[in-house]
């Protein structure tokens, strides 16, 4: 189960236990901007557990089957993964290579918004990931590479960016398997930080 989904189900019973039945009353009937504005307005007031509450969400959110962590820089579904990690015993720490530890990667890089909460801090937007390919991934933007100059085990590749009118720079691409996941972190990111964004970094 990917992060998207496991949050969904993970909150799905407080959605229709904790949340009163017109939580979304606001956001019906609507669509475009008027509905973007709608759901900021829901979740703007979001409560941030804190950073190093990530480590703990962790093993809720991102948990395989087998109760490993969930990582998309390493994982490759439907194949064996050439490693997995530990919750708590495999967290970084330092590292050398692929596959020593994993820590806590911020999809939506935090230099974009100075490393200011709620943002550092979002489940949403902060994802476990193998610590050498994070430091790989870098703050690059994520795009299509096409002539990679780093591939991680799970073909995840770090090179110029090739998407269609993009500036030429170095991206990171993730494997197939989770460009939906992190395409719905970014929609995500657009909604709940709606005009709070304007000082990013673009």
Known sequence: MKKTAALFVLFLPLLCVAQPQTYYTAALGKNGQALIDALYNIIKNHQSLGYSALWTAYQQTDKKPNGKVWDMYSDNPGSTPAYEFSFITDQCGNYNKEGDCFNREHSFPQSYFNKNEP??????????????????????????????????????????NQAS??????????????????????????????????????
């Open 119 to 160: 943002m550092r801090s979002d489940l949403f937007i902060v994802f476990p990931t193998d610590g050498y390919v994070n430091g790989k991934r870098s703050n690059y933007p994520y795009g299509i590479v096409n002539n990679p100059t780093y591939i991680s085990s799970n073909g995840s590749k770090l090179g110029n």
């Open 165 to 202: 009118g993009a500036p030429s720079s170095l991206a990171f691409e993730p494997i197939d398997s989770f460009k939906g996941d992190l395409a719905r972190t970014y929609f995500y990111t657009a909604t709940r930080y709606l005009n709070e964004d304007n000082g990013w970094s673009d």
